[in-house]
């Protein structure tokens, strides 16, 4: 029992400070195989640090940040937003993606699964304890059923059916099997609607770094967008979008990815005094080592829309011109001063959420309105009118494209969700894309250790 307590002292400490990589984690000799005992949770500084240790985690190298293993960057070049420079980025920008992929196993797979386990010990913590204020203890419940949610939302679309773990007792979850897309998705929205009611309206730090009732919110909106229950989406985002004294669409789009911007809804903040992982990655200073931006995109936008020259920049070598996403200008801090945060959930993805749950419902009128909003906002000042229902949904994937281009893998999960993802790949990818690569493959290290987790279709 003593070295039982010792293995959970050890895990409050690695992950209040954030400084664990996943095989270390994943290495603890003795899991975690009961609830954490009430005395680790014996006050609220040391529960919250259990919370904040994810955040910082999530906004340094890996799945969650920019950088080349990051959600954004591989679903970009999975779909038709980013090409690849480099051959270790070449399956995912190929489709052809190993099991035994490291970027696969290693971040997208294990680091999430490792916030999922924080998420479960914290909650199982939470239950325990008697020496945690009452609105502490409801505000760190929130935010664990937040980010074991958004967790999960990523599995889910990344790879599909995937073991639901709700547990810390490392017994059943080296057992657990894949779980449906219904069950995955139902737990989703049981995490949200119950961290919507335990969150504060306010943010709990003068900063937008830790999810408040509005992020729940927001995130529900968009998983009853990808359900297609299209009333629930509208309701859910427009919640959000009335909550006008706290966000706003920003007229100025040099701005909008600035910490604490006024159409941020959760943001991370870049750990260890460096700026985000996006900024360092994206921003071109010589010939890409790893990604660019395809030139054929470019056409899509309208001539004066100011995306086109405020959100994409360009590097030439001499002879080639090379562009690259730069709504994060900064790569390096000056006189160390920090200004913008990695943005998760923003105000204008709400506005295009309820564009599309209005338009799927037959309220074209409405959905323009939201439409015109955004386009306005990027210079396209004549407004969209008398659009049919086909016309209109067409023009919210048009904006959600040019809008969310390569944040946070919104173009792959669209193509996805919309079933477009082999008429407009297919074309662009060739012989290398089938129907089976939508879906990633489970990591070959998970097949090995769990023989209940199976394979997607399509991978060896």
Known sequence: MKNIKKQLVLFILIIASGNYSCKKFLK??????????????????????AITGIYSKMASFGAFAGGQSSISVLCGLSSDELKSHSSTLDGFYKNEILPSEGK????????????????????????????????????????????????????????????????????????NGNSSKELIYAQIVKDLTEAETLLQS????????????????????????YLEKWDLAAQKSAEVIDQTAMYSLLDNLDNVFLKNSQEAIWQLMPTQGSNTQEGIFFNLIATPSFVSIPPDILPKFDASDLRKTK????YS????????PYKYKIRTTVNGQISEYSMVIRLAELFLIRAEARAQQGQ?????EDLNKIRKRAGLLTPLIGLDQAQCLSEVAKQRRLELFSEWGHRWFDLKRTKQAASVLAPL?????????????IPLDEINRNHNVKQNPGYN
């Open 28 to 49: 603890i000799d003795a899991p975690i195989n009961a609830a954490t005992p009430a005395e680790l949770f014996s006050n609220d500084a040391i529960a919250t640090s």
């Open 104 to 175: 696969i196993g290693l971040y997208l797979w294990a680091e999430t699964y490792n916030y999922i386990y924080i998420t479960n010990a914290t909650l199982a913590g939470l239950e325990s304890s008697t020496g945690i204020s009452e609105i502490t203890k409801r505000q760190l419940e929130g935010e664990a059923k937040f980010v074991r949610a958004i967790s999960y939302f990523y599995l889910v679309n990344l790879f599909g059916e995937v073991p639901l773990n709700l547990s810390t007792d490392y017994r059943i979850n080296e057992k």
């Open 202 to 225: 306010e943010y709990v730090t003068i900063e937008r770094i830790r999810p408040n009732k509005w992020a729940a919110k927001a995130l529900l909106s968009r998983v009853y967008l």
């Open 311 to 314: 959100w994409i920049n360009k």
């Open 317 to 324: 070598d001499g002879s080639v011109d090379y562009y690259f």
């Open 364 to 368: 074209t009128s409405l959905a323009l």
């Open 429 to 441: 990818k060739g012989p290398t894309w089938q129907e089976t690569d939508a879906l990633y493959p």
